[in-house]
């Protein structure tokens, strides 16, 4: 399984640590908001508000390096589009993993 990194952070920072952990404070600040909305969104069954925080959060799987993550965010969020939740349970999974990560960074 994928493993939550900082290489794109670091790419996106050009060496710049001030700059690297600005974003990272931003996205600690961030993430747990939304996956609180995606929660919130998912349990009352609004699928296009949940596909709606799945894009968002989307953008953060892929900013740790989770290009199968990401993959499974696009799809989970097409299926939200029509009504499907098959996905669920893997975007879960990379978004505890996420969490787990930015606890320890």
């Given at each position: 399984?994928?493993?939550p990194?900082?290489?794109?952070?670091?790419?996106l920072?050009?060496?710049?640590a001030?700059?690297?952990?600005?974003l990272?404070?931003?996205?600690?600040?961030?993430?747990p908001v939304?996956v609180?909305?995606?929660?919130?969104?998912?349990?009352s069954?609004d699928?296009?508000?949940?596909?709606?925080?799945?894009?968002?959060?989307?953008h953060?799987?892929?900013?740790?390096?989770l290009?199968?993550?990401?993959?499974i965010?696009a799809e989970?969020?097409?299926e939200?589009?029509?009504?499907?939740?098959?996905?669920?349970?893997?975007?879960?999974?990379?978004?505890n993993?996420?969490?787990l990560?930015?606890?320890?960074?």
């Amino acid at each position: 399984m994928e493993e939550p990194n900082r290489k794109y952070l670091e790419q996106l920072s050009d060496g710049d640590a001030s700059f690297e952990n600005q974003l990272i404070s931003i996205i600690k600040k961030e993430f747990p908001v939304e996956v609180l909305e995606y929660q919130n969104s998912i349990k009352s069954n609004d699928f296009l508000k949940t596909a709606d925080n799945v894009h968002k959060l989307k953008h953060k799987i892929s900013i740790f390096g989770l290009e199968k993550g990401y993959e499974i965010a696009a799809e989970f969020e097409k299926e939200l589009k029509n009504g499907m939740k098959i996905q669920q349970v893997s975007f879960d999974e990379i978004l505890n993993q996420i969490t787990l990560y930015l606890n320890t960074i």
